[in-house]
């Protein structure tokens, strides 16, 4: 998480570590390592209405669809892929073209979320947002992390819209809370160094909807990451993605 002035971009997965983590000396001024003025709630928070996944539902992908994920890094953040799901384009920092398969849907709520972020600058979050997120609330997000990443960057004395520094944080584990070929939410798990050695996690809600093309992810509600994130405690009942055991 990162604290700022405009609560419009405390942002995602990441971000929401920031209570945990204490990692309030850093450069970034816009959501991923500064805690919330906000207590996360004790859920995450939903955004619309959610149809519940059957605990017998094989349509989604669990444990033993995970073993072809590689995993990227990007500005520190360790990131899944996967050759067949997606993302297949990744040009300029961005990640698009998903599979329409509950691994693709996963896949892109990750990716997309995490570049939905003031951290890496206008040129990362501004055309993710503009072309990969959907909802009420898409542009109170792209306002939100606008202002954030500008009063960051003046801080900072940082230039030409570049990003404001890496953040380390791994993409640890998720929970399906409901899938369809059209639609999905999921839970997803981001883990980073907390107070005296121990990992702090947290965990983002993340809506994603399948337009014909690609997915797209739903904005927060009021543009506001930490509206969908909360501290976690236990990793029970999530599935932990290969090589974060």
Same mark, same amino acid.
């Given at each position: 998480?990162?604290?700022?002035?405009?609560r419009?971009?405390?942002?995602?997965?990441?971000?929401?570590?920031?209570?945990?983590? *204490?990692?309030?000396?850093?450069?970034?001024?816009?959501?991923?390592?500064?805690?919330?003025?906000?207590?996360?709630?004790?859920?995450?928070?939903?955004?619309?209405?959610?149809?519940?996944?059957t605990?017998?539902?094989?349509?989604?992908?669990?444990?033993?669809?995970?073993?072809g994920?590689? %995993?990227?890094? #990007?500005?520190?953040?360790?990131?899944?892929?996967?050759?067949?799901?997606?993302?297949?384009h990744?040009?300029?920092?961005?990640?698009?073209?998903?599979?329409?398969?509950?691994l693709?849907?996963?896949?892109?709520?990750?990716?997309?979320?995490?570049?939905?972020?003031?951290q890496?600058?206008?040129? &990362?979050?501004?055309?993710?947002?503009?072309?990969?997120?959907?909802?009420?609330?898409?542009?109170?997000?792209?306002?939100?992390?606008?202002?954030?990443?500008?009063?960051? *960057?003046?801080?900072?004395?940082?230039?030409?819209g570049?990003?404001?520094?890496?953040?380390? &944080?791994?993409?640890?584990?998720?929970? %399906?809370?409901? #899938?369809?070929?059209?639609?999905?939410? &999921?839970?997803?798990?981001?883990?980073?160094? $907390?107070?005296? /050695?121990?990992?702090?996690?947290?965990?983002?809600?993340?809506? &994603?909807?399948?337009? $014909?093309?690609? %997915?797209?992810?739903? *904005?927060?509600?009021? $543009?506001?990451? *930490?509206?969908?994130?909360?501290?976690?405690?236990?990793?029970? /009942?999530?599935?932990?993605?290969?090589?974060?055991?």
């Open positions: 998480m990162i604290r700022q002035g405009n419009g971009c405390s942002c995602v997965l990441v971000l929401a570590l920031a209570p945990l983590a *204490a990692l309030a000396a850093a450069v970034v001024a816009a959501s991923f390592l500064f805690p919330s003025r906000h207590p996360s709630p004790a859920h995450p928070a939903t955004h619309g209405p959610v149809v519940q996944a605990p017998h539902d094989e349509t989604r992908v669990g444990k033993a669809g995970l073993s994920l590689r %995993w990227v890094s #990007y500005h520190g953040v360790e990131l899944p892929a996967s050759p067949q799901a997606g993302p297949r990744t040009a300029h920092g961005l990640a698009s073209g998903y599979a329409d398969t509950s693709g849907a996963l896949l892109a709520a990750v990716d997309i979320a995490v570049r939905a972020n003031p890496w600058g206008p040129h &990362v979050f501004g055309p993710t947002i503009r072309a990969q997120l959907t909802g009420p609330d898409a542009a109170a997000l792209l306002a939100g992390c606008q202002s954030a990443y500008d009063q960051a *960057a003046r801080t900072a004395h940082i230039a030409d570049g990003p404001l520094g890496n953040a380390y &944080v791994l993409e640890e584990a998720f929970r %399906w809370v409901s #899938y369809t070929p059209s639609a999905a939410t &999921v839970d997803v798990v981001s883990a980073g160094p $907390g107070a005296q /050695g121990v990992t702090a996690r947290a965990v983002t809600r993340i809506q &994603v909807t399948w337009d $014909g093309m690609d %997915w797209k992810v739903v *904005a927060p509600l009021n $543009g506001d990451w *930490a509206n969908a994130a909360s501290v976690l405690t236990s990793l029970a /009942g999530y599935t932990v993605f290969p090589g974060q055991e």
